[in-house]
T-cell receptor, first 116, second 117 residues
Framework: AQKITQTQPGMFVQEKEAVTLDCTYD???????LFWYKQPSSGEMIFLIY??????QNATEGRYSLNFQKARKSANLVISASQLGDSAMYFC?????????????FGTGTSLTVIP | KAGVTQTPRYLIKTRGQQVTLSCSPISGHRSVSWYQQTPGQGLQFLFEYFSETQRNKGNFPGRFSGRQFSNSRSEMNVSTLELGDSALYLC????????????????FGEGSWLTVV
């Protein structure tokens, strides 16, 4: 089974609008971390936001927020007030922190295009 | 604080040659991991080193190898290059200590774009 699933290969959003990028995960480890990364065309993977499995509140970082629904095993990224510079690939990732290992698992990514 | 530095950024090699890529992690980070990214296969984990020891290894042939030095800098080597090795190779570093964002997040370099002709 896939550890991380991103079902939206491509998304379009109007500038200044909000957009939600979907991510579901699969793990039996009670302790894990969830991450979102942005990859512009230049190639660098930029860390955006982190959510720990025991965190009670949804993580927020500026215009980024993570909608964490533990029971549904989903960790959707919400970008508010989209900007042209937000056009990039976005990857959801997970690390199982418990005894099962330290490897990072990445989804297949979502290509976001912001339309002026 | 300097980020993860990868060299070279771009390189072109011929089939059958070998290549060595270098990665300097963020100061204080003892874990370095490597990923291969291609349009067809996405982001694939190669291996991870912590304090000079390989802790995890992905499903790649033995032509792909790596090492980590005492200063945490890491190199990866690909021998007998094939056309399919053309990819973006990403290095990431982490504290890998305890729980929470600071201990678990991996930070990437800009990557090395390898083209095999």
């Amino acid at each position: 089974a896939q550890k991380i699933t991103q079902t939206q290969p491509g998304m379009f959003v109007q500038e200044k609008e909000a957009v939600t990028l979907d991510c579901t995960y699969d793990t039996s480890d009670p302790s894990y971390g969830l991450f979102w990364y942005k990859q512009p065309s230049s190639g660098e993977m930029i860390f955006l936001i982190y959510q720990g499995s025991y965190d009670q509140q949804n993580a927020t970082e500026g215009r980024y927020s993570l909608n964490f629904q533990k029971a549904r095993k989903s960790a959707n990224l919400v970008i508010s007030a989209s900007q042209l510079g937000d056009s990039a690939m976005y990857f959801c990732a997970m690390r199982e922190i418990g005894l099962t290992g330290n490897q990072f698992y990445f989804g297949t990514g979502t290509s976001l295009t912001v339309i002026p | 604080k300097a980020g993860v530095t990868q060299t070279p950024r771009y390189l072109i090699k011929t089939r059958g040659q070998q290549v060595t890529l270098s990665c300097s992690p963020i100061s204080g980070h003892r874990s370095v991991s490597w990923y291969q990214q291609t349009p067809g296969q996405g982001l694939q984990f190669l291996f991870e080193y912590f304090s000079e020891t390989q802790r995890n290894k992905g499903n790649f042939p033995g032509r792909f190898s790596g090492r980590q030095f005492s200063n945490s800098r890491s190199e990866m080597n690909v021998s007998t290059l094939e056309l399919g090795d053309s990819a973006l190779y990403l290095c990431a570093s982490s504290l890998w200590a305890g729980t929470g964002q600071s201990g678990n997040t991996i930070y990437f370099g800009e990557g090395s774009w390898l083209t095999v002709v």
